[in-house]
């Protein structure tokens, strides 16, 4: 783990080894978007919002995942990355059936903050309107998949922090979906500790706590940064 | 100087975003005096004259009524605003999409009906499309004001820029839902 | 990584194929690594993946239930839903696909009522396709009952089959 | 097994494999097997005496004239019968023991097909028996690694590759020997050497031939590349499809191990390599190398961003060289014959040569080999024999759904890995699909983006959604409903797709489309209509 210096929007900064481009940008409060991302979970780097360019790389690289090296040059904002940003965004809303009026967690949730925050006032592409199955087996919580992004924060806040283990991505492609144990309904899970904390990572209304009408549904995620101070990590 | 003629449809929505458009209460006044509605439900008039300066479209093309309108409204109006959230994605009458036309009539038409059930298709009521689709997939739209509905301020917000030749950015003020 | 103790194994019945299914885990030490050729011997014994198979595998294995789901569904090769009594898979590589697969699939489909990756409703005849299987110059090609057959016509393949819808 | 013993089990098999008057050798790779050739070779070596050898043989090439049974007659006179049925047994066997050409259907072996290939990945297919070791060691099987183990070290090897020029067969081209010279420098205490034989790209068997024709070859490449790199352990991924393959290797493996060219020691040095074979399961994205590992490990096939490359964080974290099945046939004679003779074949940046799968519409499809910078257009009307039933042809597709499409007015380009980028495709894995005047483009292109479609593993936006998009776009336009609205918007996506997607199949998946956009632009002008009509679809 050695001190490097590089070049993030024309602003030298210091870095260790260890760190991504989004660590090193985030500690010099230069704004990277984020989806998929959450700090203290292991980055998945599927999303591809937070693509920078780098030079001398053929295609941009998405800093969540890639670590810096010495004397790296990365531009985080330009024309162009902002419009694959946008298109990514408008793919995520073409491809769940994102009703954000009749939603729980309408006005909290970061889809929806993306959308603006990007000033994506509407979705080019046709809605690809999927049937996608809903599951309210459980006692407290619902799972709706037609928000569903498929960021995996539940299944890597299940596996790597409650260890549970209960939540995992099932087939493949556009046909990719979250499931319980073997596809099971979720209130028959014996993985299941039903102790929430995927609903709280959860960035959009799909996994909600059951009992809450439009607009209710607020998620608190700070508890993930608590959990890993205590543990040390 | 003439005024600014205005038409305005709701396609397959509430009128959510009609009603909100009259929540600008007394700015209406001084609205009137630079706009006037050539063709809307506010007014009586029953044709879409053949040249529009500003359509707005609220709601979704769900049938083939609707897809006529949005159709004329396109060729009449020289700028094409669609109003709220199922305008600009289908919203709330969108969620039959993940259904077959034939599944929706056999839910509300056919199952537990006692008397004499039918489907909802015949002369004068128009077909449904396969899909609820939002207005810029099936003509080109100039702007979007989402919400649902868009409020008060954001519609007058829309106008007055609009009026004063400027093009309005709705989403510092309004979103998806909001 | 110190080596594991084998687990003493509870077979949920007495049919041989767990055993078989037990020794592949066995000859792997039981490493959570060695799920994909545990699915591939279960996929030969019992013909498909269903729930207690896939329990069975997470169970020994110690992997979550929900991972083994997970892999189960992501490739193509195994199927989770009992295969017709004779299966005929057609290859959709690209010689086939440009010597006329997709002519073989329409006729198929319209004959059987299935669509690919369905099995007729007597359970008789699943009908899949496939990638490649390297049979190029044999082009358009199709595997029945697992044996390549090359330079397939329209008409012998539907012979063939309805031969076997008796 | 020092070099002296491994020499005396040469001589030995040489004099036994000379000591017949006439050889028959009939083709038992998988697609001349599907036509019953090995019930062929079984008839016949019922029959075998002392003065006439029966063997079965690898892949003879010319595939489409299956089942090949090659005839030698007085250690000169080759024949080669074609399409051999089993009532053709007797006469064939008769004939050849009188030495005389039985009357049944030949195949000249002065065709160019034969004539004008150049074979060092192919050169024991179809010469020995895939099954028997002694016949590979007959070939100077296993000397390069023995010399290797007694006369170079790591550091050495590693130099002798970057001579040679050599670069990824898999489709990449990235230079072997700097692939290597990485994993060397790596500090790690278990390193693994990975033979991806997934070989995903639809229209490609040229890994599948080598595999059943010459495992041993692969074994003996995977060997002096983890002596190079310092690896003890190798995997060889192989995709179900391929059951002959798995069978051949696993016998190969057996047989290698039984003979002490793997386990512990081997040669009598201190290094130890084993070698397992892992399976697919149907899943083209694991022939990516990050996804592949993840295959191995017992995971969903799904690649992750790349750095840090598999040469440093690779199998279970620890640095791992991943080589494609071609890659690793050609290490054996490049250790053999050294770095230079191979520099010395091909263009000036790519080296050697490349073995190519004809398949689709063209008379001779099969197996060739053709040195770097042959002609394209020889290939396909000299080698290839050309479309057959006189129809024109129109275009050849190359890197399968991650390559383009080359129209007729550039086949005057010689391949290699820099021209076909230029020409907008890619070399690939080596699959050659001719296609006549009667293949639609804009069909064609629909076709790779379903592939693509059904093959992405899901878990990157881009590729997940783009790939759907991409493919309606390109139904509807086929289907003649599409509109100028969306050709523009299929060309963003595919410059959007291309360049954000995390792994090579979204980043690749756009090409199909880029390259009939660029040559056949006026078959999607054709089907799309001019007057602005709205985009209804119902």
């Not at chain 2, 049938?63 to 199922?86: Q, T, Y």
Request: net charge negative; aromatic share 6%.
């Amino acid at each position: 783990m050695s001190v490097l210096t590089l070049t993030i929007d024309g602003q030298e900064v210091g870095a260790s080894s260890d760190q991504t481009i989004l660590d090193v940008a985030k500690a010099h409060k230069i704004n990277i978007p984020t989806m998929c991302f959450l700090e203290g979970l292991t980055p998945w780097g599927g999303c591809r919002i937070c693509v920078v360019d780098v030079e001398g790389a053929p295609r941009p690289l998405s800093s969540c995942t890639t670590h810096v090296t010495e004397g790296m040059v990365v531009t985080t904002t330009t024309g162009k990355l902002e419009s694959y940003r946008k298109m990514i965004l408008e793919m995520l809303y073409a491809e769940g059936n994102h009703t954000c009026s009749v939603c729980v967690s309408n006005g909290h949730c970061e889809l929806q903050d993306k959308a603006q925050e990007m000033k994506m006032d509407h979705v080019r592409l046709p809605y690809l309107n999927q049937n996608m199955p809903m599951d309210s087996t459980h006692e407290h919580f619902g799972l709706d998949q037609d928000r569903c992004i498929l960021c995996t924060r539940c299944v890597r806040v299940c596996s790597e922090i409650e260890g549970a283990q209960t939540w995992a991505v099932a087939g493949r492609g556009v046909d990719s979906h979250i499931i319980s144990d073997l596809g099971t309904p979720w209130g028959e899970s014996d993985s299941c500790t039903s102790c929430g904390k995927c609903v709280q990572v959860c960035p959009t209304g799909s996994l909600v706590n059951k009992g809450n009408a439009v607009n209710e549904q607020i998620k608190k995620v700070n508890f993930l940064e608590h959990l890993l101070q205590m543990r040390g990590q | 100087m003439s005024k600014v003629t205005v038409a305005t449809v709701w396609l397959d929505g509430c009128s959510g975003c009609h009603m909100s458009f009259l929540d600008m209460d007394e700015r209406l006044i001084e609205i009137a005096e630079k706009i006037e509605f050539v063709y809307s439900p506010f007014v009586d008039v029953k044709e879409l004259p053949e040249s529009v300066d500003l359509g707005i479209i609220e709601g979704a093309v769900s049938n083939e009524d609707d897809l006529k309108k949005a159709l004329k409204f396109r060729k009449s109006c020289k700028f094409l605003i669609s109003l709220g959230d199922c305008a600009i994605n289908g919203n709330v009458p969108a969620m039959r999409n993940k259904f077959s036309v034939r599944e929706c009539f056999d839910r509300a038409y056919h199952e537990n009906v006692t008397e004499h059930p039918i489907d909802p298709v015949g002369e004068g009521v128009p077909a449904l499309l396969e899909t609820v689709k939002p207005v810029h997939q099936v003509v080109p739209v100039d702007l979007f004001v989402q919400g649902c509905p868009p409020s008060a301020d954001t519609i007058y917000y829309v106008l007055t820029e609009l009026l004063a030749g400027r093009t309005p950015d709705p989403t510092t003020m309004t979103r998806f839902g909001a | 990584m110190a080596k594991r103790t084998n687990p003493k194994v509870d077979f949920p019945s007495d049919d041989k194929r767990w055993k078989i299914l037990n020794a592949t885990m066995k000859r792997n030490g039981y490493e959570g690594h060695a799920l994909i050729e545990t699915l591939h011997t279960a996929q030969d014994s019992f013909g498909y993946l269903d729930g207690d198979v896939l329990a069975f595998v997470a169970k020994y294995l110690n992997v979550s239930k929900s991972k083994v789901y997970g892999v189960a569904t992501f490739y193509h090769y195994f199927n989770l839903k009992p295969p017709g009594k004779h299966t005929c898979v057609i290859c959709t590589g690209t010689a086939c696909y440009i010597k006329g697969a997709d002519q073989l699939i329409h006729d198929i489909e319209d004959k059987y009522k299935i669509n690919l990756g369905g099995t007729t409703l007597d359970g008789e005849l699943s009908v899949m396709e496939t990638r490649c299987i390297g049979a190029c110059s044999l082009a358009p090609a199709v595997v029945l009952d697992g044996e390549i057959i090359g330079n397939v016509e329209e008409n012998d393949l539907l012979k063939t089959l309805s031969g076997w819808m008796v | 097994m020092n070099l002296d013993e491994l020499n005396e089990i040469k001589e030995k098999q040489k004099k036994y494999n000379q000591s017949f008057d006439s050889y028959i050798k009939v083709c038992v790779a998988a697609s001349c097997k599907s036509l019953k050739s090995d019930q062929i070779k079984d008839a016949m070596r019922e029959k075998m005496d002392e003065k006439c050898q029966v063997k079965g043989v690898g892949c003879l090439g010319l595939c489409s004239k299956g089942p090949l049974v090659s005839v030698t007659v007085d250690t000169n006179k080759q024949i080669l019968y074609e399409s051999v049925k089993a009532e053709d047994v007797e006469t064939l066997f008769n004939a050849t023991c009188k030495k005389e050409a039985a009357k049944l259907p030949q195949c000249s072996l002065d065709q160019p097909f034969f004539k004008h290939q150049q074979k060092i990945v192919l050169e024991n297919s179809g010469e020995i028996d895939p099954e028997v070791i002694e016949d590979y060691i007959e070939k100077d099987g296993y000397q390069a690694l023995l010399k290797v183990l007694n006369e170079y070290g790591p550091e050495e090897v590693v130099r002798e590759m970057m001579d040679s020029g050599l670069r990824g067969r898999g489709g990449g081209g990235y230079p072997t020997g700097l692939k290597w010279a990485t994993v060397n420098k790596a500090r790690s205490d278990l390193k693994y050497v990975i033979c991806n034989a997934d070989e995903g790209d639809p229209g490609a068997f040229m890994d599948r031939a080598v595999l059943e024709s010459d495992p041993h070859r692969i074994i003996e490449g995977m060997a002096i590349a983890a002596y190079a790199v310092g690896a003890s352990r190798g995997y060889i991924y192989v995709r179900a499809e391929y059951p002959l393959a798995i069978e051949r290797l696993k016998r190969a493996i057996r047989k290698a191990r039984s003979k002490g060219f793997l386990g512990q020691n081997i040669s009598g040095t201190s290094f130890n390599f084993e070698v397992d074979i892992r399976l697919g399961a149907g899943a083209f994205v694991c022939g990516e190398e990050t996804a592949l590992i993840a295959s191995i490990e017992g995971k969903r096939g799904q690649p992750t961003p790349r750095p840090p490359y598999p040469a440093e964080v690779g199998l279970w974290g620890k640095p791992t060289l991943i080589n494609n099945v071609e890659t690793f046939a050609n290490i054996a004679p490049i250790l053999r014959k050294g770095g230079a003779w191979y520099a010395s074949i091909g263009t000036e940046k790519s080296k050697g040569t490349k073995v190519f799968a004809l398949a689709g519409k063209i008379e001779n499809t099969g197996l060739i080999e053709v040195p770097m910078g042959f002609k394209l257009r020889d290939i396909i009307f000299d080698i290839g024999g050309g479309v057959p039933e006189g129809l024109k042809f129109k275009a050849v597709q190359t890197g399968g759904p991650s390559g383009g499409c080359i129209p007729e007015d550039l086949l005057d380009l010689h391949v290699s890995y820099e021209s076909l980028r230029e020409a907008g495709s890619i070399m690939g894995s080596g699959g050659m699909i001719i296609m006549d005047e009667t293949s639609k483009m804009v069909e064609v292109a629909r076709y790779f983006m379903e592939f693509c479609k059904s093959e992405s593993c899901g878990k990157c936006t881009p590729c997940r959604v783009g790939t759907v998009h991409m493919h309606d776009i390109l139904d509807r336009i086929a289907k003649g409903t599409g509109t100028e609205a969306d050709l523009s918007l299929l060309e963003e996506l595919c410059d959007m797709v291309g360049q954000t997607s995390l792994c090579g199949l979204g980043q690749t998946a756009p090409n199909p489309v880029l390259s009939t956009l660029k040559y056949f632009r006026h078959e999607y002008d054709n089907l799309i209509q001019k007057q602005e009509q709205p985009q209804v679809n119902q």
